[in-house]
């Protein structure tokens, strides 16, 4: 496939990567929900969480613990963060390669934006 988040990981097209390991590229969102918004996709090739083999949960493990990791470095794990992933039209997905949304930096609303 050749989504946007592709190209970033092929780097064909400028974003400010924040993360990167062997298996996970992490980049700041370019309409940031929260004032932490950062995106973390697997290099591995799957458009959805559906599309996940059960016998790889370590894929979506990964991406979790990767934004974990980048929460405690940037120094507001503590004060919390929320971490979403969208599947299909239906539940929010706009590009088509599995991803992990990290929301942080101010407390956040029930449905992930910053409270009022």
């Known amino acids: ?3 946007l988040f592709h190209k970033i990981i092929r780097r064909e097209i400028p ?3 924040v993360y ?4 996970v590229i992490a980049f700041r969102d370019i309409a940031p929900q929260a004032p932490v918004h950062v995106l973390f996709v697997p290099k591995q090739d799957f458009a959805t969480l559906n599309d996940v083999p059960v016998d790889a949960p370590e894929i979506v493990g990964r ?4 934004a974990a990791q980048y929460a405690k470095a940037q120094g507001f794990a503590q004060d919390g963060y929320r971490i979403v992933m ?5 539940g929010g997905q706009t590009v088509f390669q599995i991803h992990l949304h990290l929301l942080a930096g101010a407390p956040l609303g029930r449905f992930g934006t910053p409270a009022a």
Not at 86 to 90: S, Y
């Open 63 to 66: 991406l979790a613990v990767a």
């Open 15 to 17: 974003a400010d990567i």
């Open 86 to 90: 969208n599947c299909n039209g239906d």
């Open 1 to 3: 496939m050749s989504t």
């Open 20 to 23: 990167e390991d062997a298996n």
